[in-house]
């Protein structure tokens, strides 16, 4: 499968945005779906997930409240709803899949087989 994340930008503290990840080729719906991000000097850092279904779906403490993940499996779409943005969520977010992922690691980047180009998310205060 090929991903691909867009929906990124330059925006205010307290803005929202919603990042979308395009998928092609596999059957989509056998995938689960993870976000990460890495600002500069940093590692990549777990965001989000989703099961197969939108019934399933892991977010990091750190944007709980804040980050939700929805999928549109005929669509091939997944989708990372941010609001309330802060300064301190500027990086690259990248969205990734997995058809063999456990639960123990859904926050694993190591899990996941195939990535999408990421997309800049800046936010200033």
């Known amino acids: 499968v090929q991903l691909q994340a867009s929906g990124g930008g330059s925006v205010q503290a307290g803005d929202s945005l919603r990042l979308s990840c395009a998928a092609s080729g596999g059957t989509f719906s056998n995938y689960v779906v993870g976000w990460f991000r890495q600002a500069p000097g940093k590692g990549r850092e777990f965001v989000a997930a989703?099961?197969?279904?939108?019934?399933?779906?892991y977010i990091e403490d750190s944007v709980k409240g804040r980050f939700t993940t929805s999928r549109d499996n005929a669509k091939k779409y997944v989708y990372l709803q941010m609001r309330s943005l802060k300064p301190e969520d500027t990086a690259v977010y990248y969205c990734?899949?997995?058809?063999?992922?456990?639960?123990?690691?859904?926050?694993?980047?190591?899990?996941?087989?195939?990535w999408g180009q990421g997309t800049q998310v800046t936010v200033s205060s």
């Open positions: 990734a899949a997995s058809r063999t992922l456990i639960l123990s690691s859904i926050a694993n980047a190591n899990g996941y087989n195939y």
């Open positions: 989703i099961g197969l279904s939108s019934s399933h779906t």
